[in-house]
């Protein structure tokens, strides 16, 4: 088998360097474990996080210890009845070729439909619930709400838009990093309107995105983006505090947002949210997510890079916004 350890800590932008992979030979699965050939890997923001070396929500990774992250594998040696050759199942040790794992710490999922694994590590999985929470849980969006969200074209950030849409928002606008971006969340996603952010000021784009105000804004991004919401925010608008992207890399404390005391004058409501805080959201998700997905009313849209040796390549890559959708690793067939 083959696993990504964790050699050094990221100063700033992750290199390669940081990343090796290591060859190791695993035992035959004791009882009640598996041995799971991996097919597709998830590159998530939140690993820059755990690579940092200090304790946020979850712990760092460790140096030269396997690195954990999403993942969807099949069966191909099983001590657990429950578990037979050939089951497909979704667990967390991802960044390898094969992960041998108590059963218990896997879930099957069904590979029936026409979606391929991957929709586990997106539209129907951790991000997924993430857009769902956010928006409909912590910022609690209403009928004929303007919804603005950033990062709008990656995993969170597409389903976001697409849940506000189907939930009746009034107008949906996203911010992303470039024109293509920009006409993917028009053209195919269904936005009301979308703005590229590297083309001019967030908050004179956003303004003219959204004339009459924002009553919702989930940030993936920080800093600018954050200035602006507050700024075009409606008074009682409802922010759902996902992520900070933009802020992950950086090595200097951010220079926005500078209108915090808005958050006064309008009385916004900001909160913060971990998506695994809620657990008993998780089947209302299903519920509500699953038949739109397969129905084609949820559009999935995923970057797919081939082969595990490049995984800390699509990592960066994710960093740098090469991604459009969700993007995952296909590790085997
Ligand atoms: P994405 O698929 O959105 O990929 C990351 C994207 O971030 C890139 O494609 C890039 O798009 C954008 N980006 C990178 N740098 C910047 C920048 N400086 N300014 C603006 N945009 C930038 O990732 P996810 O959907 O998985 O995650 C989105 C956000 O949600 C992240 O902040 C993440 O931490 C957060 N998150 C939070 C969770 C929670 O429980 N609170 C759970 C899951 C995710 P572009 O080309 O547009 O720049």
């Known amino acids: 088998a083959r696993e990504f350890h964790l050699v050094a800590r990221p100063q700033g932008e992750p290199a390669v360097t940081d990343f090796a992979l290591v060859e190791r030979t695993l035992p035959d699965p004791g009882p009640g474990e598996l041995l799971i050939r991996n097919l597709v890997l998830s ?25 954990e992250g999403g993942a969807v594998g099949v069966v191909e040696a099983s001590a657990d009845p429950d578990f037979p050759v050939g089951t497909t199942v979704l667990h967390t040790a991802g960044w390898r070729s ?63 838009g697409q849940l506000a849409r189907l939930h009746g928002a009034g107008r949906v606008v996203g911010s992303a ?47 600018e983006h954050l200035e602006a919401a507050i700024w075009c925010a409606n ?51 299903y519920r509500d997510v699953a038949p739109a997905v397969a129905d084609g009313r949820i559009k999935v849209r995923e970057t797919v890079v081939a082969g595990l040796e490049n995984t800390p390549e699509a990592f960066i890559s994710m960093l740098r916004g090469g991604n459009v959708g969700k993007m995952v690793v296909r590790v085997s067939d």
């Open 235 to 285: 008074d009682f608008a409802r922010f759902a505090m996902c992520g900070s992207i933009s802020g992950y890399n950086a090595t200097s404390a951010p220079s926005a947002p500078r209108n915090l005391f808005q958050i006064v004058t309008k009385r916004l409501t900001l909160r913060g949210f971990i998506v695994g805080d809620d657990p008993e959201l998780a089947e209302g998700f």
């Open 98 to 160: 094969h992960a041998l794992l108590p059963a218990a710490r896997t879930r099957p999922v069904n590979t029936d439909g026409p979606l391929g694994p991957s929709v586990y590590l997106g539209a129907l999985g951790m991000p997924g619930l993430t857009a769902y929470v956010g928006l409909l849980h912590k910022a609690g969006l209403r009928e004929g709400d303007t919804v603005f969200v950033s990062g709008a074209a990656g995993a969170v950030g597409g389903m976001v």
């Open 177 to 223: 990093g470039s024109p293509e971006k920009v006409a993917y969340l028009v053209d195919e996603l269904g936005f009301d309107a979308a703005f590229d952010y590297r083309a001019g000021p967030v908050r004179k784009q956003l303004a003219e995105a959204a004339p009459d105000g924002v009553d919702v804004y989930f940030d993936n991004v920080g800093g």
């Open 43 to 67: 590159v998530d923001p939140y690993m820059r996080g755990k690579m940092a070396g200090v304790r946020t929500y979850t712990d760092p990774y460790e140096l030269n210890a396997p690195m």
